[in-house]
């Protein structure tokens, strides 16, 4: 758990990361959006990794024994997949070209299907700063990513084979992000990363490197990913998604509801799936409705009636996260995937009765101030100094969901964290 409780579960042998997510799920009533993920985290190491959906879990236990401190995290991902949905977001095009046999530039677009089917191998380059094993020094390198390995120039961005240098492959090595780089292993900058031997738990073996931004450092990571997986990684994308369309996970009895209308005299079955939309939506409202009159109910004498809910009904809410510091909400961003969208929202600290909006775009997080609005004893809640207002925080939250707004994004994506 995120509070370093733990959780003990009897599973067979060969369960995968997918096994142990979906049941997971299930135990803790969870929506499977398929971004549920295990993560593998060394905490001496300071190091952690997605474990792909198809890995076998007792494989990657059994590295250095159960008594290590490698510890699994279940939390989201939303970054997991996305180089398949958005690839030209992930591989910017001077990172990238075809093999020097054919010596062409390949479109980013492209980039996936080359990874993964083709036989012509990608090639990703460009400079990071690689950490000398028997020194506490780094050194910035022109590295270049084939399929045989990762080399690095001896002579500034030449890639001739006399000036390329071997520097590690991926048979049996994992990749992982390297948390806390600076304090740890005295990096540049935090966006470093390393490659492991599955057969080490030595800070000696990593081969660390570091880029210079977020988005430079994403890039390298799901190259090496693709690389080593393949073809698996998207098959791993899309087997959820062909699931759902070959063999619903219904019952009969569930296959044989019908939506009925109870308001009038007699009830009726709605045939419109139109009408359906509208009467589910108005049921909700109806139910929001009774809940802030329930709430209400409940309010100081010196409060508004109005007012009361405004300030109780977003607490139920999992995008809310009460008082959670700025580097925090930061930190949580970042694990659950840097992807535009992410969001949560957060008392302010420096306003007892103002709200903050964290939200990621472009692989950077920002934070927008929701401050009440007095209007004649009633508050409202705003993004924009009053010129849009919301009555409530859930208000604002859907409507931010659907219209950009003053954001630079769409919400997309809640950070959610639970207890097993």
């Keep these: 758990n995120p509070d370093n409780t733990s959780k003990a579960i009897e599973v067979p042998p060969d369960v995968t990361a997918r096994d142990i997510c979906q049941l997971f799920v299930m135990k803790n009533h969870c929506i499977d959006d398929h971004s549920w993920t295990l993560f593998e985290h060394w905490t001496h190491l300071g190091i952690e990794r997605t474990i ?232 909700g409202l109806s139910w929001r409705r009774k809940s802030c009159h329930r709430l209400s109910s409940h309010g100081s004498p010196s409060s508004s009636q109005s007012s009361v809910p405004n300030i109780a009904i977003h607490l139920a809410q999992p995008w809310f996260h009460g008082k959670l510091s700025r580097e925090e909400a930061q930190r949580l961003i970042t694990q659950q995937g840097l992807i535009d969208g992410v969001f949560l929202l957060r008392d302010s600290q420096s306003s007892p009765k103002a709200f903050v909006l964290s939200l990621c775009h472009l692989q950077k997080i920002k934070h927008f101030p929701i401050m009440p609005v007095d209007d004649d004893g009633e508050v409202f809640y705003s993004l924009d100094d009053g010129h849009t207002r919301f009555t409530d925080l859930i208000q604002l939250v859907e409507f931010h969901q659907l219209n950009r707004g003053i954001l630079p994004c769409k919400l997309r994506h809640h950070c959610t964290q639970i207890t097993l």
């Design 52 to 283: 792909e959906d198809h890995e076998s879990v007792m494989e990657v236990l059994s590295v250095g024994g159960m008594d290590t401190d490698c510890r699994l995290y279940f939390r989201k991902n939303y970054a997991k997949y996305e180089f398949f949905k958005k690839p030209l977001v992930f591989f910017p095009d001077h990172m990238f070209s075809m093999s020097s046999e054919t010596n062409g530039i390949v479109d980013a677009s492209e980039l996936i299907e080359t990874f993964v089917k083709s036989s012509t191998c990608p090639e990703v380059h460009g400079y990071l700063h690689a950490k000398d094993q028997s020194r506490k020094s780094w050194k910035k390198f022109y590295f270049v990513l084939r399929r045989s390995g990762l080399y690095f120039s001896s002579k500034g961005t030449s890639k001739e084979p006399r000036h390329l240098q071997f520097f590690a492959d991926f048979t049996d090595c994992d990749i992982y992000s390297v948390l806390s780089a600076r304090k740890l292993y005295g990096a540049p900058t935090e966006f470093a990363f390393c490659i492991k031997s599955t057969k080490s738990c030595s800070a000696r073996d990593l081969k660390l490197l570091c880029a210079d931004v977020e988005h430079t450092k994403t890039c390298w990571i799901t190259a090496m990913r693709l690389l080593k997986f393949g073809m698996q990684l998207y098959q791993n994308f899309i087997q959820p998604h062909q699931k759902q369309k070959v063999s619903p996970m219904r019952s009969i009895s569930e296959n044989s509801l019908v939506a009925m209308d109870f308001s009038g005299q007699k009830t009726r079955v709605i045939e419109n799936p139109s009408e359906v939309l509208s009467v589910a939506v108005e049921e």
